[in-house]
Nanobody, 119 residues
Framework: QVQLVESGGGLVQPGGSLRLSCAAS????????MGWHRQAPGKQRELVAGITPSGSTNYADSVKGRFTISRDNAKNTVYLQMNSLNPEDTAVYYCNAVGRGYYKQFNSWGQGTQVIVSS
């Protein structure tokens, strides 16, 4: 079983920045894709950014140029640097990891961390 623990959410003013972290632990042989998703009230969960083990990234159009995803493979950790935040970025942010454990493949989610952008 693989657990993901997120941290770094909170309240920030428009134009501000936050950095989210997500650490994976458990029976992990290899982590392939890692990513961040978000879900705003009354909306469906959407992909924000993803990253492969080699560092290839993809972003939602709404966050391109403002958010940066990165990962530390040695620490099984993924980060999301969020700059120039605006109220539309308010959501619960979820970390996701897909990979292979000692006994089976996994597709795990974190518990979510709240981000509120408000003055």
């Amino acid at each position: 079983q693989v657990q993901l623990v997120e941290s770094g959410g909170g309240l920030v003013q428009p134009g501000g920045s936050l950095r989210l972290s997500c650490a994976a632990s458990g029976s992990i042989l290899v982590i392939n894709a890692m990513g961040w998703h978000r879900q705003a009230p009354g909306k469906q969960r959407e992909l924000v950014a993803g990253i492969t083990p080699s560092g290839s990234t993809n972003y939602a159009d709404s966050v391109k140029g403002r958010f940066t995803i990165s990962r530390d493979n040695a620490k099984n950790t993924v980060y999301l640097q969020m700059n120039s935040l605006n109220p539309e970025d308010t959501a619960v942010y979820y970390c996701n990891a897909v990979g292979r454990g000692y006994y089976k493949q996994f597709n795990s989610w974190g518990q979510g961390t709240q981000v509120i952008v408000s003055s």
